[in-house]
């Protein structure tokens, strides 16, 4: 059976890099890896759903936390997933520091914040790869 890889993003919501979390997360499983991927939300790792656990314990894991707390990370380990990756918007920020989104887009966001989230996603994408070649490889 072929895995696909989890992207478990942050649940940040009410904040604009939880936005830029989850649309990058979207971005890459529907659109740049859609067969290859899967996604499932934190507040059901955190409750303990049973589905959700097993997601992440018997697929490699790609998290994207929003802030430095590392909410994502915390609850996928909690869980028993297995994180082969970890993406902080805010160190991509660092990166790309003339796409500092408006702090207030938070349900639509800025050209900035799209950008940033376009970026978070070509990163996942790289990374999928990088995964499912070293199992089929292995």
């Known amino acids: 059976m072929t895995k696909k890889v989890v992207v478990l993003p942050c649940s940040g919501v009410g904040k604009v890099y939880g936005t ?18 899967s996604i499932t939300c934190l507040p059901l790792l955190v409750v303990g759903d049973d589905d959700a656990e097993k997601l992440v314990q018997e697929n490699p894991c790609i ?10 990370t915390l609850a996928t380990e909690k869980a028993g997933g297995k994180i082969v990756q970890i993406i902080d918007v805010t160190k ?31 990163k996942i994408s790289q990374e999928v790869d990088r995964i499912l070649d070293s199992e089929e490889g292995g």
Not at 20 to 37: C, H
Not at 63 to 72: D, L, Q, R, T
Not at 104 to 113: C, F, H, N, Q, T
């Open 20 to 37: 830029i979390s989850r649309e990058a997360a979207y971005k890459a499983v529907e659109e740049l890896k859609l067969g290859k991927t």
């Open 63 to 72: 998290v994207i936390n929003g802030c430095p707390s590392g909410c994502a």
């Open 92 to 122: 991509v920020l660092k990166e790309n520091r003339d796409l500092k989104p408006n702090q207030m887009a938070i349900r639509e966001l800025d050209p900035k914040g799209k950008k940033l989230a376009e970026i978070i996603a070509e």
